[in-house]
């Protein structure tokens, strides 16, 4: 695929939603904000989205980690689609071109990682400019019936198969922190086992690994395909915006 400058974004539900609470609680004003600083930096670019209040307190709610519930996982479903299109909306009424992507839609998983995703859509908006939006969602899974996909597995292995040159995934910290609340600035295979210790779940609901999934996900990435991605603090004012004009902030996650 032709895909020199694509650029995939998370933000993340930490950002966009109120963790702390157990029914969708979105935060409008972070919205348009994050919307506002993507328009005008969104050539080659496909946003995923975080679940936040809209998806992990609904799928710890039905179990669905653990088992195969239709009514709890269609519940779930639902509230994220709720929250992608306030995504799309806002970004739409920023002047982007954004079109929601539901991965029930087009995902299938084995035993909770990607197994198939169908791009060819994808590939054909980001080709004539559009901008799509996936997002955290139930997705069928070949042994489990449903399993919940997280966005932070939706970003690397669209970066994988697109060949994306940018990586970033958008939280509510500054990068990962150590010990001492400082932001760490690099992690790789190397120091993985050293920094391990700091990096935890989330603070909130988090049904997918909270940062230590994000973190392992990305060094994922790295080792199969060199690509160096930043964790950052999407909540900050000209962060998201920055990123996208090729600043290198937050934790650089890498093979070396
Ligand atoms: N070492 C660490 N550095 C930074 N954050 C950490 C660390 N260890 C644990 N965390 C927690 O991880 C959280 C970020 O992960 P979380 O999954 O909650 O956010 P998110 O990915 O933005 O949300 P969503 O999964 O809804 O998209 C932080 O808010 C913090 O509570
Ligand atoms: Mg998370």
């Known amino acids: 695929m032709k895909n020199k400058g694509i650029t995939i974004l998370k933000i993340g539900g930490s950002v966009i939603t109120d963790k702390g609470k157990d029914e969708g609680t979105a935060r409008p004003e972070e919205i348009e904000r994050i919307a506002r600083e993507i328009s005008g930096c969104d050539a080659g670019l496909v946003i ?38 306030l995504i799309v909306d806002a970004l739409n009424d920023a002047g982007v071109n954004a079109i929601g992507v539901h991965p029930i839609n087009c995902v299938v998983s084995e035993d909770t990682r990607i197994k198939d995703m169908y791009l060819e859509q994808i590939q054909a908006m980001i080709d004539s400019g559009f901008v799509p939006v996936l997002h955290g969602d139930v997705v069928m899974d070949r042994k489990l019936g449903t399993s919940v996909l997280s966005g932070d597995q939706i970003v690397p292995y669209l970066a994988a198969q697109l060949e994306a040159e940018r990586i970033g995934i958008g939280s509510a910290e500054n990068g990962v922190l150590d010990a001492n609340g400082g932001t760490i600035e690099r992690i790789t295979p190397g120091n993985f086992d050293q920094v391990k210790s700091f990096v935890s779940g989330s603070a909130g609901t988090d049904v997918t690994g909270g940062m230590l999934g994000k973190v392992l996900e990305l060094l994922n990435l790295s080792d199969s395909s060199n690509i160096t991605s930043y964790i950052f603090n999407a909540g900050q004012k000209g962060n998201v915006s920055g990123f996208l004009n090729g600043e290198n902030i937050g934790t650089a996650i890498s093979k070396a």
């Open 48 to 85: 995923v989205h975080g679940a936040g209040s809209f998806g992990h307190p609904q799928a710890k709610r039905y179990d669905l980690n653990a088992k195969f519930d239709p009514e709890g996982s269609i519940i779930t479903h639902n509230s994220v689609k709720k929250l992608n299109k």
